[in-house]
């Protein structure tokens, strides 16, 4: 039998997905502070009229702004974490939809999920359902490609005054899996200072940073181990002045993960203590952590065993996963807090040209995550 919660998301289920359909047309790139404010608008009215709440605006100068509210009573605290910046530049993608699939920029990271949690408060607020627990909720516009460098203090903060963290971001799958484990993510940016010299007239007075670069790259790269989980990736490079001319300097940027946050550390002291291969090289590293682990504990097993629970008692199954990806759910589950990822939208492609939510799964997991909310 549907219960009143169920009943009243899936009554309301074409306004959840239009409200989804409006946030994803106000592109928010994270680099486009005035383009992320935008969708903020959009969500501060949102709330307003949805749960007769004024949020708290925490300006920022040169990211997006962060949105922060509470809502319910008691000692206790939950705290419901997402983004609205995505990783897609104006124009990159358009909102496409073919049956039952709605595809567009940052439809499922996360847009998707930051309607849910809208809806599952206004759900409970319009069913009479009595909170045992405040809810703190904190939308973030700094999250993609910078890791969220502004909000991670005031998500570290709220982590700590909350029992359980609650994130929207994507389901893991067509099927929505939670996330109980990621990975941490460490990131550095090296440069290389050699000497130029024309190619052709002078070459053996030059020294190359981009072959020193070359030979550093290997380096890193060599510091993988798939056995233990831990993969070093250089991802950019560039350097050099023309063709004709040995390059005077070169830049890599590294991205680093790892499944347990001792070996995120010593992988970054090896990374910081390797040497140049030519002394004649000068050689500066930047960079470290960016995201811990977000560990699977006896605490978090039990969380998501009750999230099952509650899934069963709505109609549908819900499976664990860990996952490489980072979240903003590693910087509450490091402050020890018991954290569930992955409740918001389910489809596919975050990051991918064919990002996409299926449409059929948004009324049971809002529901689900009203469920949550009202019971934890």
Known sequence: MMSDIQHYIEMHKDEIISDIKQLVQLESPTSDKNAVDQAGDWIQNAI?????????VIKQNETGNHITFEIGEGKEQILLSGHFDTVWDKGDLELIEEDNIIYGPGVIDMKTGVVQILWSLRALKENNKALNKRVKVLFNGDHEGIA?????????????QSKYGLVAEAATGEQGALKTFRKGIYRYKIQFHGKNSH?????????????????????????????????????????????????DFAEIKVDVRVVENEIGQQIDEKIKNLSSSNEKIKIEIEGGEVRPVMERTKQTVILFNKARSYAN???????????????????????????LDGLGGVG???????????????????????TLIEKL
Not at 200 to 213: C, Q, T, W
Not at 313 to 338: H, K, M, N, W
């Open 48 to 56: 307003k009229r949805y749960l007769g709440i004024t949020p708290n």
């Open 148 to 160: 969220s460098p502004t909000s991670r203090p005031y998500i570290e903060e709220a982590a700590r």
């Open 313 to 339: 008692e709505l109609g549908f199954e819900l499976e664990e996963v860990a996952v490489g990806g980072g979240s903003d759910g590693s910087f509450i589950a490091a402050q020890g807090t018991p954290t």
């Open 348 to 370: 596919g492609g975050p990051h991918a040209r064919n990002e996409h939510i299926n449409v059929n799964y948004v009324s049971d997991r809002t529901a689900l995550l009203a």
């Open 199 to 247: 190619a052709g007239n002078d070459h053996e007075k030059g020294e190359s940073a981009i072959l020193e670069a070359a030979i550093f790259t290997q380096k890193l790269e060599g510091l993988t181990d798939y056995e233990e989980g831990t993969t070093v990736n250089v991802g950019l490079i560039s350097g050099g002045t023309g063709i004709n001319v040995r390059p």
